[in-house]
């Protein structure tokens, strides 16, 4: 386990619609990443924040975005969603020197 | 341009053999760090190992080993004595520190270690 939790494990939607991702870090970490990873694709950094400010950007689409709370929780909201959204999508935290990264088990997106 | 390579899309071993797992990288930047990162068939993600760029000394961890050189820019990984376990995607990645952070993976090696 390793400490980093994602919420829900699983979703199922339609496309179109809009969902959010939730993901709660380690105790003590600073730093959200975002990830998404599709089959053909592989995995794509989408977005870092760092106590509460974005950090870093990667290829996030402009019907993404995310935000990190007062409490250090982060979530990755996707609209207008595509058949091709559907990915696998990790959130890892990292303490606030190190630059381990801990990922959480994944949220799986599926897109019908 | 930040770029890694790991041109082994899928290598199978019979288990008890050595496995080296390559990580070729290319960046301009002085500060970087590399990973590896290993997927297990369930999926989720798990950290392995993070070397910085000023640090070349490799490393080893039980079966694991690391090799890290610079002037190939290679950060290659061995696993010896393979076991079944072993079976997973194993990622190697790049973090630029310097300026805005950026993340680089590879594309994944599978690694099938049959019994």
């Known amino acids: 386990d390793s400490g980093v939790t994602q919420t829900p494990k699983h979703l199922i939607t339609a496309t179109g619609q809009r969902v959010t991702l939730r993901c709660s870090p380690r105790s003590g970490d600073l730093s959200v990443y975002w990830y998404q990873q599709s089959l053909d694709q592989g995995l794509q950094f989408l977005i870092q924040?760092?106590?509460?400010?974005?950090?870093a950007k990667g290829n996030i689409l402009e019907r993404f975005s995310a935000q990190q709370f007062p409490d250090l929780h982060s979530e990755l909201n996707l609209s207008s969603l595509e058949l091709g959204d559907s990915a696998l999508y990790f959130c890892?935290?990292?303490?606030?020197?190190?630059?381990?990264?801990?990922f959480g088990q994944g949220t799986r997106l599926t897109v019908v | 341009a930040q770029k890694v390579t790991q041109a082994q899309t899928e290598i199978s071993v019979v288990e008890k053999e050595d496995v080296t797992l390559d990580c070729v990288y290319e960046?301009?930047?002085?500060?970087?760090?590399l990973f590896w990162y290993k997927q297990p068939p369930s999926g989720e993600l798990v950290f392995l190992i993070r070397?910085?760029?000023?640090?070349?000394q490799n490393e080893i961890s039980g079966r694991y080993s690391w090799n890290f050189q610079k002037s190939t820019s290679s950060f290659n990984f061995t696993i010896t004595a393979s076991q079944v376990v072993d079976s997973a995607v194993y990622f190697c990645?790049?973090?630029?520190?310097?300026?805005?952070?950026?993340?680089?993976f590879g594309t994944g090696t599978r690694l099938k270690v049959l019994a």
């Open positions: 890892a935290s990292s303490p606030p020197v190190s630059g381990e990264a801990f």
């Open positions: 924040y760092y106590n509460g400010e974005e950090r």
């Open positions: 070397r910085n760029s000023f640090d070349e």
């Open positions: 960046t301009r930047d002085t500060t970087y760090y």
């Open positions: 990645a790049l973090i630029i520190t310097s300026g805005t952070y950026k993340y680089i």
